[in-house]
């Protein structure tokens, strides 16, 4: 094997068309000889370009509705010879196979079929076969082969070959192999994580997950750590598929806490009026409804002023220029919401670190989604919690009725704990968040430390009283004393939301009945690690 080999025959068969006629031509003029098959081989022929079919090669017609056409050792002999060796040169001689020294193949498009709602029949259909092995024969021998698998890769090819005389270097092709296998890999984990989901099946016995590079970032949660940030073609609304339209590149924390951000304030629909999430360290220090999203933004301010000084900001409605002018107040990192008006931007614009995102749409907190967590060895997968409640689904377990505004407040807490890490605690009033303890060991702890930056918020803002005073609470899992919820009736909160199943229920309740609070419980938990 030499460092240098040279490009005089290709083969090029691709799904997605862009680009194909430009590197055709480009090829063509260097005198490689271009094979091609079926749509490829009619864009190259109508833009003028001479291109031998590969039926011709093969001796076969593609057949069976395309699905045989290049599995045939006329190709893949061509792709997987090895020139140096003489038996594999010998066997080329006999059999009159030629050799290949590019491919350029792009899969059916199984994925974006997927993505579209297709039916099974249609899915299964647009799982690409030749393709595949194709493109594994050539870069299994990128000694001498060149594979190319994305239209992004169509110009370093040709500026490749104009710096070394229609040859290509060994790490070049090295590069086009790893890039040739990952996808090769990432399209069979969305096929057989799309069958898993057809059929059912909740734990296959092999699990495949697949990424594509969005960003190359400039380090991980410290500056000692190495980060990337990949995404899975989901056109789920969010961080992944935002649109960014000012300010630096985002961090590795930045991407964390947005999409942490969105996905708390998109529990609160459009339709149900402004809502504004404002998240620090992957947990919210404020989160609102209002009138106006300026209100919902203010009112989520003033639960953690602290905190919320370079956090993210999430908001369920479109940006307007008022809410950004408050905004603009104070350092923040990240805002991210469905859209922006020209004022919002405007004011922006001033702030040059400020980073605005625009998502078109909330994420949908009910759609089904695995979730994977890392651990030494392997990785966890579960289902998204998308567990939502209505008023409807609650029990009533003490003497005390909550009110219509309890009923609302703790609607609104429960939803807010599902996104604060065990151990939560929420305390909200008049749809506002006004205390959140999160990621204690003790319960008891979270509930204090709530109350306590409540009472500090409040002295900041010159009240006469705790801001939880006459809120409701919530926690993410159940009271295992009365300890907790005593702590919380001592804040000023007159009704709880928490999931019961304590062996100390009855004790619980009793002292929520002694504190006259009202409780109801909702048989489901939210932990959050």
Not at 153 to 164: F, I, K, M, S, V
Not at 483 to 497: H, K, Q, S
Request: overall charge negative; glycine content about 8%; hydrophobic content about 45%.
């Amino acid at each position: 094997m030499t460092d240098l080999a040279p490009v005089r025959r290709a083969l090029l068969s691709v799904s997605d068309k862009t680009g194909l006629v430009d590197l055709g031509r480009a090829l063509s003029e260097r005198g490689v000889e271009l094979l091609s098959t079926g749509g490829s081989a009619k864009t190259l022929r109508d833009a003028g370009l001479t291109v031998r079919d590969v039926a011709d090669v093969t001796g076969f017609p593609e057949m069976m509705d395309g699905r045989v056409k290049t599995l045939h050792p006329m190709v893949h002999g061509g792709l997987l010879a090895l020139r140096d060796n003489d038996d594999h040169v010998k066997a080329m001689t006999d059999h009159d196979i030629s050799a290949i020294d590019l491919l350029v193949v792009n899969l059916y498009p199984f994925e974006e079929t997927v993505a579209k709602g297709a039916d099974y029949d249609t899915c299964i259909e647009n799982i690409d076969i030749g393709g595949p092995a194709m493109i594994r024969a050539a870069a299994k021998n990128h000694a001498f082969v060149n594979v190319v698998v994305d239209v992004e890769d169509y110009q370093p090819l040709l500026e490749e070959l104009a710096n070394n005389d229609g040859q290509t270097t060994y790490a070049f092709r090295q590069h086009l192999a790893l890039t040739a296998y990952a996808r090769t890999g990432a399209y069979d984990a969305a096929v057989s994580g799309w069958m898993a989901k057809a059929l059912d099946e909740a734990a296959p016995r092999r699990r495949a997950v697949a990424g594509q590079l969005a960003q190359t970032l400039r380090y991980g949660e410290n500056p000692h750590q190495s980060a990337a940030f990949y995404t899975d073609g989901a056109a789920r609304p969010g961080v992944a598929t935002a649109q960014q339209h000012q300010g630096k590149e985002l961090s590795y924390n930045n991407i964390n806490d947005t999409d942490a951000a969105f996905e708390l304030v998109s529990e609160f629909a459009t339709s149900d009026g402004p809502a504004c999430a404002i998240i620090k360290h992957a947990n919210p220090c404020g989160v609102a409804r209002g009138a106006t999203l300026q209100e919902a933004y203010s009112k989520a301010f003033d639960c953690d002023r602290t905190s919320a000084f370079g956090g993210i900001i999430a908001l369920n409605q479109p940006l307007d220029g008022p809410t950004a002018e408050e905004i603009s107040k104070i350092f923040t990192e990240v805002v991210i919401a469905p859209g922006a008006d020209t004022d919002a931007k405007a004011v922006f614009a001033a702030k040059k670190n400020l980073r605005l995102l625009t998502t078109e749409g909330l994420a949908d907190p009910a759609e089904a989604a695995l979730m994977l967590k890392q651990v030494s060895g392997g990785f966890l997968v579960q289902d998204k919690d998308n567990g939502h409640l209505t008023k409807d689904d609650l029990k009533i377990v003490t003497k005390r009725a909550p009110s219509e505004a309890e009923m609302t407040d703790m609607l609104f807490a429960w939803k807010v704990a599902k996104h604060v890490k065990s151990n939560a605690i929420v305390y909200v009033k008049d749809g506002a968040t006004v205390g959140v303890g999160a990621g204690q060991m003790s319960r008891v702890d979270s509930c204090r430390i709530a109350a306590r930056k409540a009472q500090d918020m409040a002295d900041a803002l010159g009240l006469p009283a705790p801001l939880t005073q006459g809120s409701v609470v919530a926690s993410d899992a159940f009271f295992p004393f009365a300890d907790g919820l005593l702590t919380a009736a001592e804040a000023g909160a007159t009704a709880v939301i928490h999931p019961g199943g304590s062996m100390r229920d009855d004790e619980v309740i009793a002292a929520a009945d002694e504190a006259g609070l009202a409780m109801v419980l909702t048989g489901m938990r939210h932990f959050r690690h």
